[in-house]
């Protein structure tokens, strides 16, 4: 017999243990800079976040599976989880939309990102993300998310089998971010949720993000996220919190490399780290490739065996990318991402 509770904690454990893919873009836009930053404004924005780390402040092991949505987890954009995730800071693109609505702040003109993932099992996941510049300061972005678990077997008491379903996930999002004359970039994300398993449950919730000007010399820069903000999910009589998180994280760029470090704390999980690295090499004319490498100790406790590290290459042009990014899950199966990323 599945019931709507269990079927739905089956569908988050299954994507808490697999990340997605999505787009690489060029690091040779540098972030907005400002060189004239009152520390004060720098402690100021830090404590707007207080709030919501004091709400994710019960994480714990112990709170594994209460939490519905779980598709929310998974990280969406092949670059971003090449790179262990470490991306609030790094983000660029599109796909700011998700990783931290201010970072939308960075994007030249207007950005777009397509990507499928190949999960375990059958179960994949497809994003898709569109921004634009409004102005000097300000821009938008919307997105798109889709999971698909695969069929599942459904019985009764009896163990007869009464045919399968097949759960799925989708998220709908529109951001609006703006850099403040302080140099800080704030952004806000709001979205819709529904979640199918026999029934369907919908909610909404809201992603919020802090972006910092670079530093010693356009090289260094930090962000603070909140994510999956708001309701809960009803499946028949029971409801169920979002995965709250919230996360830290800092970047660092240079010509042709980066590296990002993230602290997250989950809602219903332990804390954990990320950090990424990524090197570019020219290769032909504006043609780019680049190497990325990544670990986020998220999984270490959850899976056996080798997990936890991702890799990925990326063909980076001025206007186009294509992002590739490989993640063993130990003796559950490996990962595949793909995306595609366009600037224009």
């Not at 112990?62 to 262990?84: P, W, Y």
């Not at 459904?154 to 996930?169: R, V």
């Amino acid at each position: 017999m599945i019931n709507q509770r269990h079927c739905n904690k089956f569908s988050h454990v299954r994507s808490f243990t697999l990340p997605v893919t999505a787009i690489a873009p060029s690091l040779h836009h540098s972030a907005p800079h400002s060189t004239t930053l009152p520390l004060y404004h720098s402690i100021t924005l830090f404590l707007l976040f207080l709030p919501a780390l004091a709400c994710a402040g019960d994480f714990s092991s112990s709170s594994v599976g209460t939490t519905a949505a779980g598709f929310l987890k998974l990280g969406v954009g092949a670059r971003a989880v090449a790179l262990g995730e470490a991306y609030s800071a790094l983000a660029d693109d599109a796909g700011a939309v998700t990783w931290n609505p201010a970072a939308l702040t960075r994007v030249s003109k207007r950005s777009a990102t397509l990507m499928h993932g190949v999960h375990l099992d059958e179960s994949f996941l497809d994003y898709g993300a569109f921004a634009q510049k409004l102005g000097h300061s300000s821009a938008w972005g919307a997105a798109f998310q889709y999971f698909a678990a695969g069929k599942i077997t459904e019985t009764d008491a009896a163990g007869t089998e009464l045919g399968k379903f097949s759960p799925n996930d989708m998220a709908v999002s529109l951001a609006f971010a703006h850099r403040l004359t302080s140099g800080f970039s704030l952004g806000l994300s709001g979205k819709l949720i529904q979640s199918t398993v026999l029934k369907s449950a919908q909610t909404a919730a809201a992603d919020a993000g802090l972006l910092s000007p670079s530093f010693f010399d356009d090289q260094f820069s930090f962000a603070l996220t909140v994510s999956n903000a708001g309701g809960k999910m009803k499946f028949e009589n029971e409801s169920e919190r979002l995965p709250l998180l919230v996360k830290a994280g800092a970047a660092w760029r240079a010509e042709d490399m980066a590296a990002g470090l993230e602290v997250g704390l989950p809602v219903d999980n332990n804390p954990f780290v990320a950090f990424g690295v990524e090197d570019i090499v020219p290769v032909s004319g504006e043609w780019s490739v680049a190497g990325r490498a990544g670990i986020n100790t998220r999984t270490l406790k959850d899976i056996d065996g080798f997990t936890g590290i991702s890799l990925g290459l990326g063909l980076i042009h001025p206007s186009f990318s294509w992002d590739y990014g490989f993640l063993p899950f130990g003796p559950v199966g490996l990962s595949h991402r793909m995306s595609l990323s366009f600037r224009f």
